[in-house]
Structures are given as structure tokens and as C-alpha cells.
């Protein structure tokens, strides 16, 4: 059936059964692709999207559920303060190498930062301990949320 | 009459889009021209200054890219912004890896180390030329030129690199263009440069082949036997049907499996849940882990199959006359790869009946050769489309190419008027084989009175890497797969009558190369026991390993140096209250790694890891910070798995799925890692894998420093807890 989807301050219209995963529905129907698919069991965080500003893994969010929510992903985070800050410090520490797992680790790092501008080690490691890296960049992540949070504190 | 100066023509020239190309002949020899397609450039020069790097290995996050296009920026005399990087075509007479023979591919972390020598004399070549060219039309001579910040300028003239492209593409190649020394370093070495794919993997832009969508595509998925060797007998998709999208089913006989075909991936992966399929399980392997691992012991307790360093005699001998004698047996369960990006690809019709694979391919000639059997079709009409890779760490290179081969014949099984899309979900990435080959070793050592090693009979029974491979014939020296006992065999350490045996373990699964191969388990094994024994004579660890490799051989001075600077950077001897240190040193793919590991807590009430302190001779490093990055990571993927990751059979069936019980390495498990680089004016080597090996062992001997010795993996299911 036809749903309504307010992704990233546009209206799109797509064709989708209910139950259908958002996270298929943005990379196969919207062809956008930032987001990733890493396990689909909302076990690796590589899907994380933000729907009404909290990040939530959009393998185990449902088309239906998201018909009235704010949905918004890697591609228009830079218009976010915070997450321009976070892209900058991300590049700036090159934490990416893969890469594939960056999108929904920015996205959480926003998340974090979002609701706490100045978190200590202990919460960045609690906050993005579902966010799995196989290229284990962690010790990068750490410094870059702490980064960004001096670059908005600027 | 107008008169266009030549430099007016040069611009004019330019609007065609011209190029200078130059490349380096696997042979040497320097090519270059205006035609990228008639040799194999390293690099192309457009005429609006642009550089692009043609990288011939894959980057599968470990920097390739970054290093190749460094190379080329250094000696042609750009910054590292005015040069992007594209994947080299397949075609292995040109970019063929020189660590591999005739393949082209990525595997052994020979990137730059191959890399080296070819890409700088490509910048360099490119750079000799365009002085050649605008010195010629300025009338100065070219001593009086140079190249910086992509400007020739000299002898009272400047001009940007693009105006002379033409001209210099008309010139012959230099035969031998001069390198710079290191001293006239300008990029090479510097650790401010950022990674070329930085950005784009920041802002979603990075384009994995998951994120590939062709007009018109179709999405598959594969039903695979879970048991190893099981027989497709028939399946029954009624069940399917009703599901929006889904497109059909069909058999791929040769490789056993069904081949189910959807509009979107979601469509795919829920169809595939609903086909019923029979297997024939009358070949198929039922053997259980328990049984894999005993029959792995008994191999231990036989004679060896294999003598790989000559016969036992010597060895055992000593250890008789031995006043101490020290013995412990060591077990190594089979580890899936998980690269983050679940492997996929796609097969898009080509010209005349071809096709074109797009892929994150590392071993391209080997898949090249794959898909033209699979598919009948002649090398010619065969393309790669080669792009970035979500993580590897082994798994992107089969000898069989697995899932390339799967979407082939997927593609076949259609009427090939589409592009078939194959997607792996997690599930199929953690049960579908090609693991870390389980393993066992048996050692045995014997000391004097003093705490001298009299002998060193060290066995081991191991599932081959190699065997049953098309590398079979390359590998396998008097039935020895060197892959099994690398490490061990070619110790640095001053090791009086080291006996090595091997017998070959059956394989009850694939099994496949990852992250260092050998060294996995061969650096574990060699580094707990010279622990072992270093508690048998009394000694501290450090001390007795800089003792045993004072022969003065390079490689010992190598492993001693790294040695020492890990042991002072971490304040060996003096771990805060509360807290214990391991350490462990090893040679992998030509580099040195050191590693001391802190933890704090204990087994019994769990373990935290506080530091990993990490010092690396990898020769000359390009990227200094990519290295460190290759560090990091090499530790974290040695330790998570060692920590907690096994694959386990059933009756022949894989008994994980997915993260929650094949769980990851998360953000709090490793407190703090601090890499030192030592500066070294030799080759450069691998970086990619060696900052694997060293970690695991570094970690059991801080926990054996202060609790059990931890001798068969993972740690959490053999006594240790961790936080």
C-alpha cells in the first residue's frame, strides 16, 4: 500500500507492504543509500536513522510505525549544528576505514551529543555500545565525539 | 592572420579532453602517452590540473588509496587535493600485484610495499615529462624547472601542470625516471594528510556495491546447504508467492543451491524464509565441534604426518635430558570474517552476450578466471567494475570466488536481460563457511638447571588453508602447507633442537585466510609459551625474549627494537595497583610488532583491557597515521574474537546466526591504545594484518600474570570473564 513519508524535510510517497523494514524502504525505494544494512536483527547500529531527532535502528522500525515521525538520515545531517560537528570531526581524525559502519556511528554520536553536549568516556562508551565497527576504529570514535563536542563548545 | 602561440594550442588541445597517462610495465619499464587504454596508467594528468591515481588494490579500509595516491602526489609534485583515485580495471599483464606473480589482487597487506616503487616512478615519469615539455617551450633547460603544488616554475616562468599536458603526452616516456630521495620527502611520512575516502565515508556518499542500483536490477538471494557437501534434491517456492515482489526461484545445481529472485532485497530475504527445500545429506558432514576437537587431539598424540623442520629425534632427546619441562596444549576454534558490509555484487549484462561484475573484488584475477568458467564466456567478455569494500579481513578472497560465482550463475539461471543484484544477509555471512581454520597445537619444552631451552618439540594438527586450492600447486612444499606452521617453523627466537610437526585435520567446514592468516594462532601459541617457560626459569618475559634474540640477525634487531620501545612506552614492570601486564612480539607480512596489554580485574570476576600499547617497524611508513589506524584495528579484531568469538557445530550445522551470538568487539571492551611507530629508512611492509597477532597472546599473558593460563579460545567460554 501507498505510505507518506516525511524523510529529511521532503514528502515522498512509496509503495510498500506493512511490516516492511524503513531501512528498505530508504535504500531500495528512495535509493538512498547512507544507511546500511549490517545485520537487520538491530544488533550492529549500521542502519541508524533519527526519527523526531532519537536515533533508532531502522532495520527493526516498520514503514507503518512512521507515517507521522520526522525521519532523517546521514545525507542531511550536515544541516544539523551538531552534525555538521560531528562530520567535521570525524574527517578531521580520519576515524572511517572501511567506513561502511560510519553513517549510523555519526548518527548516534549526534544522537549523544544532541542530548548531552559534554559527555565523559564512560557515557560515549555506554551511548554507542550498540554501534558495532568489524575495523574496530573505537579509540577514533571516542576522541571524535569529545572533538565535536569542543567544536560546538567554540 | 591570427597566429595561435603554442600555448594557445595547448588550451585549444585541452577542450578534447585530453590526458597525460604513465604507467610502469610489470617489467619496469616506463609507459606513457595519450591513450589511458592502450597501456596501464598509473596515473592520468587531465589538462585542468586534475591527477587521478589508478589504484590496482583494493581498499578495503586498510588506506590503499590513500597510500597509492600519496606515492603518485609525492613525486609528480601535487598536493594531495588536487589528486583523486579510481579502481584499476581488471588485467592482471598490467596491474598485476609483484608479490603475487601474475595475479592481480590484494591479499598479504603487500599494497605498498608492491605499490612503492611502480606509483612514485609513475608521478616521477609524469613529472620528468611536463618539465621536458614546458622547458622546451620556454626555450630553458629543464634543470632549472621544478614541479610543486601542481605549478612548474623556474627560470623566470610559471605555469600550471595542465598546460603542458599535451605537449608532455607527445614525449617519449623517461626511461628511468629519478625518485626523490627520502629526504626530499614532502608527503610521504607525514601524519597530517587525511584518508581520500574520508569524507565520502563520513556524509553517506561512499558507494559500497551494496549501494549500487542499476536500471532495472533484480535482487537475489541464495538457499545453501547448511551442512558442508549437502545435495540439492528439490524445493517447493508455492510458499513464496504471495509475497509483493517476489519474482521466483530457481536451481543452480552445479553449486547446490536455489537461486530466489525479488523487486527489492526485503522481498528477496522474505521469500527465501518461505521456500521449503530437501537436501541430501548422505555426503554432507554431521561431524559436532566436540568431536572436531578430539579428533584434532588425537592427531596431537599420533605421529605427525609431516616433518617439517626434520625428524623429532634431536628435540625429543633434549627435552629427556631436561631438568624442567614444560607442556601445554593449545586449541583454536574456526572464526567467521563478519565484514561489516554483508557480501553482495552484481552481474549486469554486457556487450555481445558479456557481463559486467560489479564488486568490491580483491583477488580480480581469480575472480576474473571464476566467473569466465562459470559462465562459459571467454576472459574479453568479462568486466570489473572494482568498488570500495565494507571490510574484508580475508573473506573477499576464495579460491572458488564463492559468492561471485553464486550471482553468476544466479544471472545465468535468468534470461540475462537484467542485472542481478546478490545479497547476503549477516545469516548467511556467519553460517555459510569459509572460516578460520580450527586448530591444535602440543608443545613441549625442556630447560636446564639455568633455564637455557635444551629442545622445542612443537606439533600441530590443523584444517589446510591451502589444499584442495587452485593455490594448492604454488603452497603446498612435500604435502606442508606453510600457511599452518608460518610462525612457528621460521621462529627469530634462538630456539637449540625446535622440532615441528604437522598433520592435516579434516575439514568439516570451508575454510579461508583471516586477518594474518597463520599467525592467528602460530603468534598465540609461540608467545604464551615463551611465557611459560620464562616462569619455569625464573625470568621476567621481557628480558628473556630481548635474551633469545641476540643473534644479531636484522630480524632479531628488528623485534628487539620494537620490543623495547613497546616495554618503555607502557612502563613495563610497573602496571598501577590492581593491575597486570602481558607482552608479546611478532613478524607478520614483513613488519615487527610489539604489544603490552594491561587489564585490570580478574578471570574469575571479569576482566577489563585498560591499554594496548603498540610499537611497529613496518619500514618506511607512507601514511604514518593510516598505520596507526592499522594498528588500532588489528588489535581490536584479534582481541574481540579471542575474547569471546567461536563458530560451533551441530551435527554438521552451524550453531551461530548473527551478532547477538557471533557478538563484536564493542566500544568499551579496549580502554585506550597508543601506537608508536619506529623510524625506519627501509622498505616499507605490510600494516594491514601484523597488528593482529601480537594482541591475543599479549592479553592471555597479562591475565596469566595474575590468574590462569589461558590455553584454548575463546576466553569466555574457558574461565575468563570479561567486563
Known sequence: MAYSLKINGATQEVEAEAGTPLLWVIRDELKMTGTKFGCGVASCGACTVHLNGEPVRSCQTFIEDVEDAEVSTIEAIAEDKVGAAVQQAWVELDVAQCGYCQSGQIMSAVGLLSENAKPTIEEINDYMQGNACRCATYQRIRAAVQRASEILEA | ?723
Open chain 2, 1 to 723: 592572420m591570427t597566429t595561435l602561440s603554442r600555448r594557445g594550442f595547448l588550451k585549444s588541445a585541452a577542450a578534447a579532453g585530453a590526458v597525460l597517462a604513465v604507467g610502469v610495465h610489470p617489467n619496469g619499464a616506463v609507459a606513457a602517452g595519450a591513450e589511458p587504454a592502450v597501456m596501464n596508467p598509473f596515473l592520468k594528468l587531465a589538462t585542468n590540473g586534475r591527477v587521478t591515481a589508478i589504484v590496482k588494490h583494493a581498499e578495503i579500509g586498510q588506506g590503499a588509496a590513500t597510500g597509492l595516491t600519496t606515492l603518485i602526489a609525492e613525486e609528480l609534485g601535487v598536493q594531495m587535493d588536487q589528486i583523486d583515485f579510481e579502481f584499476a580495471p581488471s588485467n592482471p599483464q598490467l596491474y598485476n600485484n609483484l608479490h603475487l606473480g601474475t595475479l592481480q589482487g590484494t591479499g598479504g597487506s603487500t599494497a605498498i610495499a608492491n605499490s612503492y616503487v611502480q606509483y612514485r616512478t609513475a608521478g616521477a615519469a609524469a613529472r620528468d615529462m611536463l618539465i621536458n615539455a614546458a622547458a622546451s617551450d620556454w626555450g630553458v633547460s629543464a634543470a632549472d624547472l621544478s614541479i610543486e603544488n601542481g605549478t612548474i616554475a623556474g627560470a623566470g616562468h610559471v605555469a600550471p601542470l595542465g598546460d603542458y599536458v599535451v605537449a608532455a603526452s607527445q614525449l617519449d616516456a623517461p626511461a628511468e625516471p629519478k625518485l626523490k630521495d627520502p629526504s626530499e620527502f614532502k608527503l610521504i611520512g607525514r601524519s597530517d594528510l587525511r584518508r581520500k575516502d574520508g569524507a565520502a565515508k563520513t556524509n553517506g556518499s561512499a558507494k559500497f556495491a551494496m549501494d549500487l542500483h542499476l536500471d532495472n536490477q533484480i535482487f537475489a538471494t541464495v538457499l545453501r546447504s547448511p551442512r558442508m557437501g549437502g545435495k540439492l534434491v528439490d524445493f517447493d517456492a508455492s510458499g513464496a508467492e504471495g509475497i509483493r515482489g517476489f519474482i521466483g526461484a530457481e536451481a543452480l545445481p552445479a553449486i547446490n543451491s536455489v537461486a530466489i529472485y525479488a523487486e527489492n532485497t526485503w522481498a528477496a530475504f522474505q521469500a527465501r524464509n518461505a521456500i521449503e527445500v530437501t537436501w541430501d545429506d548422505s555426503e554432507a558432514e554431521t561431524r559436532s565441534s566436540d568431536q572436531i576437537q578430539s579428533e584434532m587431539m588425537a592427531l596431537l598424540d599420533a605421529k605427525p604426518t609431516y616433518d617439517v623442520t626434520g625428524d623429532a629425534g634431536g628435540a625429543t632427546s633434549k627435552i629427556d635430558e631436561a631438568t624442567t619441562v614444560v607442556e601445554e596444549t593449545f586449541y583454536f576454534p574456526l572464526l567467521a570474517h563478519a565484514p561489516m558490509e554483508p557480501l553482495n555484487c552484481i552481474i549486469e549484462p554486457g556487450e555481445d552476450g558479456g557481463v559486467i561484475l560489479h564488486d568490491a573484488a580483491q583477488g580480480t584475477t581469480i575472480v576474473h578466471n571464476s566467473l569466465s568458467q562459470a559462465l562459459g564466456l571467454p576472459w574479453e567478455k568479462i568486466k570489473i567494475n572494482v568498488t570500495l569494500a565494507g571490510g574484508s579481513f580475508g573473506r573477499r578472497t576464495t579460491s572458488d570466488s564463492d559468492y561471485q560465482v553464486e550471482a553468476a550463475l544466479a544471472f545465468a539461471a535468468t534470461d540475462r536481460t537484467r542485472p542481478v543484484k546478490l545479497v547476503w544477509s549477516r545469516e548467511d555471512d556467519i553460517t555459510a563457511g569459509f572460516y578460520r581454520p580450527a586448530v591444535a597445537h602440543r608443545v613441549k619444552v625442556g630447560l636446564d638447571a639455568e633455564g637455557n631451552v635444551l629442545g622445542w618439540d612443537h606439533r600441530i594438527a590443523a584444517q589446510s588453508l591451502i589444499k584442495g586450492t587452485v593455490f594448492e600447486d604454488f603452497v603446498i612444499k612435500d604435502g606442508i602447507d606453510a600457511t599452518s606452521v608460518e610462525g612457528v617453523n621460521d621462529t627469530h627466537y634462538m630456539v637449540p633442537n625446535l622440532y615441528v610437526g604437522l598433520s592435516d585435520a579434516p575439514k568439516t567446514t570451508t575454510v579461508l585466510w583471516w586477518r594474518s592468516v597463520g599467525h592467528t594462532h602460530t603468534a598465540y601459541v609461540m608467545e604464551s609459551m615463551i611465557d611459560v617457560v620464562a616462569k619455569a626459569a625464573g625470568r621476567d618475559p621481557l628480558e628473556f625474549r630481548l635474551e633469545l634474540l641476540e643473534g644479531g640477525d636484522k630480524d632479531q634487531v628488528r623485534l628487539a627494537r620494537v620490543l623495547k620501545l613497546a616495554a618503555e612506552k607502557a612502563n613495563w614492570g610497573q602496571a598501577a595497583a590492581g593491575r597486570s601486564q602481558g607482552l608479546a612480539v611478532h613478524k607478520s607480512f614483513g613488519s615487527y610488532v610489539a604489544e603490552v596489554v594491561e587489564v585490570s580485574g580478574t578471570a574469575e570476576n571479569g576482566i577489563q583491557v585498560e591499554r594496548v600499547t603498540c610499537a611497529v617497524d613496518c619500514g618506511l611508513a607512507v601514511n604514518p597515521d593510516v598505520v596507526k589506524a592499522q594498528m588500532e584495528g588489528g588489535i581490536g579484531y584479534g582481541l574481540g574474537h579471542a575474547m569471546r568469538n567461536e563458530i560451533t557445530l551441530t551435527d554438521g550445522v552451524v550453531d551461530q546466526s548473527n551478532f547477538p551470538d557471533y557478538e563484536p568487539l564493542r566500544i568499551g571492551d579496549i580502554a585506550a591504545i597508543d601506537v608508536h611507530i619506529v623510524p625506519s629508512a627501509e622498505a616499507p611492509s605490510g600494516v594491514g594484518e601484523p597488528g593482529t597477532p601480537p594482541s591475543a597472546p599479549a592479553l592471555a599473558n597479562a591475565i596469566a600474570a595474575n590468574g590462569p593460563r589461558v590455553t584454548a579460545l575463546p576466553m569466555i567460554n574457558n574461565g575468563v570473564e570479561f567486563l
